[in-house]
Each structure stands twice: as structure tokens, then as C-alpha cells.
T-cell receptor, first 116, second 112 residues
Framework: GAVVSQHPSWVICKSGTSVKIECRSL??????MFWYRQFPKQSLMLMAT?????????EQGVEKDKFLINHASLTLSTLTVTSAHPEDSSFYIC????????????FGQGTRLTVV | DAKTTQPNSMESNEEEPVHLPCNHS???????IHWYRQLPSQGPEYVIH???SNVNNRMASLAIAEDRKSSTLILHRATLRDAAVYYC?????????????FGSGTRLSIRP
């Protein structure tokens, strides 16, 4: 079945550096992908909608200059956490829906970001 | 987006059925009822979805009330691997704008 893959699974970075997370749809083309953030013991919070060939749409309260999203192809979206700080440490998850179907969303395995 | 209400947590015994309730009194006619679950340190995975009729698949069954204002996810024989957070979500048919918005979900614990 359709699969969404994220990379890396985990990353540790120093405060002030930037980190890029990739999300790929492996057997379907995704004009839209979604990025979520999840803190421990909390639910997933939608951060932004990534649109192929156009600007991402950010949810209220999410800093677009802090979380850069690029969706340059139909199978790849990237989230870059710029100038990361310890409070950005979280579990980041991407998602996409297969446009050929009218059904479920597929989620990546998540990326655990730790900023030290 | 229409809201869903689920119990924060539930416990069940291994090899027994589990019924996870969800209330969605403000559901619209075009909203599908989706269930996802999230195992620890993993992304969510799809469980089942339906519109009006009850649905069965290899993972679970979904029972939808006649007025569609509530639904129940049924795990017929729980295993330890079913311990997860289960999310009941309302979703419009696919379009580029059909986001999946998560509520707080139900944390299911399974006793050996």
C-alpha cells in the first residue's frame, strides 16, 4: 500500500543551527503534504500544509520564518527548523493522502528532534 | 471542523473485545469518520473509516450510530500490541484542503 517515509528518524543538533527533515511519498504523487508537531504526552498539532509548487499554508501561531517548508516535487516535502532552540525539541510527523483514493491519510514514522 | 469527544483513557484485558466510543454530535453529511492509532514513538496509522454503514476490516470494526452522532471502534480480541492512543477524526472527502485535525484521543492500555 501507499507509504510515506520520513528522514531522519532522529536528530540531535546544537542550539542555533538548522535542521532539515524530509518527507517522501513512495508510491503516489502528493500535491499536498501536512506537517505536525507532537510534544510528550500530547496530541499531534498541525503546523502547516505543504503545497507543491506554491507557498505553504501555516496554522495560526506557527512561525513561517522559523519552520521553512519546501515542496519542490510531487513526492518530496522538506521542513527546515531554522536557528533551533531547546524548546523546538519535539516529535515532527508528516502526512499525505493518496489523490487516487478517497480514504485514509498516511503518516511518516516521525522525526525526534533534540536541540542541545 | 467538527469536533469529536473521546474518553481520555481505557483499560482492557488481553484477548477480550474492546469498545472505544466517540461522540461527534456536530458531524455534517459529508464527514467521514476515521480512526487512527499511534503506538509509542511512531507516526499514526490508519485503522478504519466509514460514512454511514458499519465497516469491518482485518484490524477492527466500526459501528456507526443511525444518526451518525456517535461511533464505536471495536477491537475484537485485544493483544498487547494494541496498546496505543486511538484517535477518532472527522474528515471531508479528499481534497487538497482536507486536513486531518487530531483531538486528544483515547489511551488504551491492555492488561496481560
Amino acid at each position: 500500500g501507499a507509504v510515506v517515509s520520513q528522514h531522519p528518524s532522529w536528530v540531535i543538533c546544537k542550539s542555533g543551527t538548522s535542521v532539515k527533515i524530509e518527507c517522501r511519498s513512495l508510491d503516489f504523487q502528493a500535491t499536498t503534504m501536512f506537517w505536525y508537531r507532537q510534544f510528550p504526552k500530547q496530541s499531534l498539532m498541525l503546523m502547516a500544509t505543504s503545497n507543491e509548487g506554491s507557498k505553504a499554508t501555516y496554522e495560526q501561531g506557527v512561525e513561517k520564518d522559523k519552520f521553512l517548508i519546501n515542496h519542490a516535487s510531487l513526492t518530496l516535502s522538506t521542513l527546515t527548523v531554522t536557528s533551533a532552540h531547546p524548546e523546538d525539541s519535539s516529535f515532527y510527523i508528516c502526512s499525505a493522502r493518496d489523490p487516487r483514493g478517497n480514504t485514509e491519510a498516511f503518516f511518516g514514522q516521525g522525526t525526534r528532534l533534540t536541540v542541545v | 471542523d467538527a469536533k469529536t469527544t473521546q474518553p481520555n483513557s481505557m483499560e482492557s484485558n488481553e484477548e477480550e473485545p474492546v469498545h472505544l466510543p466517540c461522540n461527534h454530535s456536530t458531524i455534517s453529511g459529508t464527514d467521514y469518520i476515521h480512526w487512527y492509532r499511534q503506538l509509542p514513538s511512531q507516526g499514526p496509522e490508519y485503522v478504519i473509516h466509514g460514512l454511514t454503514s458499519n465497516v469491518n476490516n482485518r484490524m477492527a470494526s466500526l459501528a456507526i450510530a443511525e444518526d451518525r452522532k456517535s461511533s464505536t471502534l471495536i477491537l475484537h480480541r485485544a493483544t498487547l500490541r494494541d496498546a496505543a492512543v486511538y484517535y477518532c477524526i472527522l474528515s471531508r472527502p479528499y481534497s487538497s484542503a482536507s486536513k486531518i485535525i487530531f483531538g486528544s484521543g483515547t489511551r488504551l492500555s491492555i492488561r496481560p
